[in-house]
Every structure is written in structure tokens, then in C-alpha cells.
């Protein structure tokens, strides 16, 4: 090594961290690393008082049409199969329409449920149950029309993969309240794994520990949490030790803080080994409950899901994310058109869901926890007929305007926020951008989503970007 390139060695921060030692600079480091850091630090960033402690997102991967469930368009309906207007059209792109698209208004009935008068189809008729707990917004707006960077961007504000994901932050900037399970939870069911990957609940340029940590509602909860034959917890326990003493050598060494996630998530995982199959166990649930969700234990369902996230909202795990893959309804087969398929993916979620508010509502957990039911995108108001074919029903992706519902957490119940045009194309009152529910959501958990921030590449990042503003019409 020559002289030059020793002068470099020793002016590198690693160097200095590691000469320092057990010094100010490691102190601080190992303090900052700490969960009970993150949460302090957050204390100068709360800008009101939290009126949520948690959050459960119900994922609906694959954008569900808001025409057939939400956004009641008796226009466009008296209108089906009219040549769409021009000015729809013009300088327009879509995915898969070509040409002039003709006009499809929905085949379902609409009712007003509840005292509220919300406008829910009769493909959900369990959701009409529990109207004047929900809030319909009908004006959510994109910047995506394709599913992988559509769902990218509701979970972590940008397009692309490498950003953190909202339960992330979550876990970053309020830590855990369990000490036994993950901060952040993720289920999956439906017919595949969602188009964004892992990617939707990872961790970005945040500190690993902070990923969503998937669970299974069926077979082993956690890969690898049981122990192989002939190893007993006595074992177990001294292999992690050994493992986390060579793990805070070279921690010391490197001061490298994945190195020490590593240990951390080391002792979560043993202690893991006695939590999760105790959680995951809906068999203990009453015969009562398990018919209000329609799960059955032992069983990959959105139903089991719904229940076992109420299971995980009591353990006080911060953000709990449910994704249900199929709503993709392009109509180009029964498999994916809007008269065969749609009415399967209600089926499997709207009962649950509606059990899910009922749930928490009684047990007077759904005041402290923020429930989303949301897609990536909506649909057009135009039928797709992919290649002229015209035999299903379907509508291509469209980012200008869909529908989610929000209970729980200080959102007003009841409400119906936010309105499209006659045929659902643009939104005309009150729109809400995806970083704008960010925003909000952070607000009712006391976060000002301009200070939640990480440090990455030279600059601070955030969920919400340079964008997002708190929306109050939606809060009580």
C-alpha cells in the first residue's frame, strides 16, 4: 500500500468510527439504531395528537372496477354501448383500447345503505352492513396506469422499486409495540402473488429490520420458525447466542448497522418461535366469530386473513397489509371479465371485510386503527374489447379516478367524499391524490408527513416525496 492510498484508508468514516471505538461517535451510533431512538426522535415531528395507533390495509391487487362497486353512474348506463365522446379521447393513452371505444355502463343494481345513504353495488352486500362506518372516496387520483408501478406507488409514493413501503415508515418512525412480533405484517391470498413483488413492503434505504414480514395463513406461519427434529429450544437458544456473539465481533469491527439488524432480528425470530403459532391459531376463535368472517382454520383465505389481522391488531402490530390478487378485469375471458369473475373476488372479500369493522367496532379497537380497502387504480368507463373481441365485459386501467373506503382512526364515518363526471372519467369535486390519503393517514397517527424523513444519496426522502397534503374533510 502506498502512501496515498493509506492516507485514504484512514480518512474513510468506517476507519474513524472503528479507531474511535467504544467513543462518542459508537454511542450515539448504537442510539440511533435503537427502536426506542426511532420513536423519540419521531416526538418533535408529531403534528397533532395521534388519533390512530395502527393501520390494517385490505390490498385489492389488480385495480377493482369502481363502476361496478362504488361510483353509481346511471348515465353512463343509459348510454352503454355509445361511441365514447372525442374529447375523452383526444391526446388520451391507454393500455390495451384502440380506436373508438364504445361506452359500458355497469349490469349491477346500486342501493343507498345505511343512514348515510352511501351508494354500494349488490355485489357487496356485507359492506352495506357497516355504511355508516365507512367513508367512500370517490375521487382518488394516480400518476400510474400499469399495475407493477401503480402498486408501487399506493405503497411507497414512487414508480419504481427501491423506496420504502408506508408500513415501513411506520415501523421507522413509530417503532413496535410488541416486542415479540414485527411491526409490520403481511398476508397474501387471491390467485398469485401481487404485479409489485416484495418490492410493495420492503424497506427501501431504510434499515432491513423495517420490511414487512410475510405470514401464512396455512402450513408453517413463518417459513423456517419451527425448529428441525432433534433441536429443542435449549439448543436453539444457545445456537443464536453463538451466532449474535460473532455478530457483535464483527459489529465492532465494521460498526456496520445491518450487522446489527442481523442481531436483532436473530432474537425477534426466537421469540417469534412462541408468538406466531399462538397468533396464527384461529382455531380458538368462537364458532361465532369464525362464521361472521366465513374462515376456516387451516385454510389460505382473505377471510382467515381479515381475522387474523384483528388477531394482530390486538397484539398492537403497527401496520397490517392484506393483499387479495385478482381484480383484473379486462374482460378478454370468463376468467377476467366483469359478469363471471368480478362477482367471484366480492365473494371471497366482502363478507370478511365487513366482519373485519364489525370486529374491531365491538371490541372498541376500530377508533385507534385506520382500515383502507383500495386498488392501485380504477377503470375506464369505456368497454376494453381487446382486439374487437366483444364477447366479455371488461374496462382497461385508468388512473384519473377510482374509489377506495377508509374506516376507523378519527376518518368520518359515514361519509361519501369526493364525486366524478356522468361517466366516471374525471374527477369533478374534490380529488384525492395518493399522496394526499399518505399524507392524511400520517396525520391521524400524529406524523406531520414533511418531517417523517431518511436521509439517502445526500438528500432527505419521504413517503410523500416533495407532494401530499393532509386532507381535512375527511377527519372529524
Known amino acids: 500500500m502506498n502512501s496515498y492510498e493509506s492516507f485514504l484508508k484512514h480518512q474513510t468514516r468506517r476507519t474513524f468510527l472503528k479507531t474511535v471505538g467504544y467513543g462518542i461517535g459508537s454511542a450515539a451510533l448504537t442510539s440511533m439504531l435503537s427502536s426506542e431512538s426511532q420513536a423519540n426522535r419521531l416526538t418533535n415531528r408529531t403534528s397533532n395528537e395521534p388519533r390512530a395507533k395502527r393501520v390494517i390495509c385490505l390490498f385489492m391487487a389488480g385495480a377493482p372496477s369502481q363502476m361496478e362497486l362504488f361510483d353509481f353512474k346511471p348515465f353512463l348506463t343509459k348510454n352503454d354501448g355509445e361511441v365514447c365522446p372525442d374529447e375523452y379521447l383526444n391526446g388520451e393513452r391507454f393500455a390495451f383500447i384502440r380506436g373508438k371505444p364504445t361506452l359500458l355502463g355497469t349490469r349491477y343494481k346500486f342501493e343507498q345503505a345505511g343512514k348515510s345513504g352511501q351508494w354500494i353495488s349488490e355485489q357487496l352486500p356485507h359492506l352495506k352492513s357497516v355504511a355508516d362506518d365507512i367513508s367512500v372516496i370517490r375521487s382518488m387520483q394516480t400518476d400510474q396506469f400499469n399495475h407493477a408501478p401503480a402498486q408501487l406507488f399506493m405503497n411507497t409514493g414512487f414508480q419504481l ?66 425448529n428441525p427434529d432433534e433441536i429443542d429450544a435449549d439448543l436453539r437458544r444457545a445456537s443464536i447466542d453463538a451466532i449474535n456473539d460473532l455478530n457483535r465481533m464483527n459489529y465492532q469491527k465494521y460498526l456496520d448497522p445491518e450487522i446489527d439488524t442481523r442481531i436483532k432480528q436473530y432474537e425477534l425470530a426466537f421469540r417469534m418461535q412462541t408468538s406466531v403459532p399462538e397468533l396464527m391459531d384461529i382455531k380458538k376463535e368462537s364458532q361465532e366469530t369464525l362464521e361472521m368472517y366465513g374462515a376456516e382454520p387451516g385454510k389460505k383465505s382473505f377471510a382467515n386473513n381479515c381475522l387474523l389481522a384483528r388477531r394482530l391488531v390486538e397484539r398492537d402490530v403497527r401496520f397490517i397489509q392484506l393483499y387479495h390478487r385478482g381484480w383484473d378485469h379486462h374482460g378478454t375471458s370468463p376468467g377476467d371479465d366483469l359478469g363471471h369473475n368480478l362477482p367471484q373476488r366480492c365473494q371471497e372479500t366482502d363478507k370478511p371485510a365487513a366482519a373485519l369493522i364489525k370486529d374491531l367496532k365491538q371490541r372498541g379497537l376500530l377508533d385507534e386503527t385506520i382500515v383502507i380497502w383500495c386498488g392501485e387504480f380504477g377503470r375506464t368507463p369505456m368497454m376494453e374489447a381487446r382486439g374487437g373481441d ?34 366516471g372519467y374525471n374527477v369533478v369535486k374534490d380529488p384525492v391524490h395518493v399522496h394526499d390519503l399518505h399524507a392524511t393517514i400520517l396525520h391521524q397517527l400524529g406524523i406531520d408527513h414533511k418531517q417523517l424523513t431518511f436521509k439517502h444519496m445526500g438528500r432527505d426522502f419521504r413517503l410523500t416525496d416533495v407532494h401530499g397534503n393532509v386532507v381535512d374533510g375527511l377527519l372529524k
Open 161 to 226: 422499486p427501491g423506496r420504502p413501503s408506508m408500513g415501513a415508515w411506520l415501523s421507522y418512525g413509530l417503532g413496535t409495540e410488541n416486542k415479540d412480533l414485527p411491526a409490520f405484517v403481511v398476508l397474501l391470498s387471491g390467485l398469485n402473488a401481487p404485479d409489485c413483488g416484495k418490492s410493495g413492503w420492503g424497506s427501501g434505504f431504510l434499515p432491513t429490520v423495517h420490511q414487512g414480514v410475510e405470514f401464512r395463513s396455512s402450513g408453517d406461519p413463518v417459513l423456517y420458525v419451527n
Open 390 to 423: 366483444r364477447t366479455y365485459a371488461g374496462r382497461d386501467h385508468h388512473p384519473r379516478a377510482f374509489s377506495i373506503w377508509v374506516a376507523g382512526g378519527g376518518f368520518k364515518p359515514g361519509l361519501s367524499y369526493g364525486a366524478t363526471d356522468d361517466l
